[in-house]
């Protein structure tokens, strides 16, 4: 069983920054991609942003050239640095993270709690 902790959400004026972290613990051999995905009430979850356990990333449109995402492996770790922010990034912030927990063992997803970011205009 995996477990995430998930920390750095809040409340921040238009133009400011946050920085997300998301911890995992628990049965890993290895971690394929983590991912940071996002769902405002009565919208789908959408992507925000990924990394694969090679360092490649993805982001959505919206985020791009704001937000990065990095990882600390030895730490199991991933991190979201989002800058410049906007009313419209105002979401729950999901951590995601795609879970290999033997060798040669087939991969799962597993999802953190979620953490509340809001974006005053």
């Known amino acids: 069983q995996v477990q995430l902790v998930e920390s750095g959400g809040g409340l921040v004026q238009a133009g400011g920054s946050l920085r997300l972290s998301c911890a995992a613990s628990?049965?890993?051999?290895?971690?394929?991609?983590m991912g940071w995905y996002r769902q405002d009430p009565g919208k789908q979850r959408e992507l925000v942003a990924e990394?694969?356990?090679?360092?490649?990333?993805n982001y959505a449109e919206s985020v791009k050239g704001r937000f990065t995402i990095s990882r600390d492996n030895a730490k199991k770790s991933m991190y979201l640095q989002m800058n410049s922010l906007k009313p419209e990034d105002t979401a729950v912030y999901y951590c995601?993270?795609?879970?290999?927990?033997?060798?040669?063992?087939?991969?799962?997803?597993?999802w953190g709690q979620g953490t509340q970011v809001t974006v005053s205009s």
């Open positions: 628990g049965s890993i051999f290895s971690i394929v991609a």
């Open positions: 990394i694969t356990d090679g360092g490649s990333t």
């Open positions: 995601n993270i795609k879970i290999r927990p033997a060798p040669g063992s087939s991969w799962y997803t597993s």
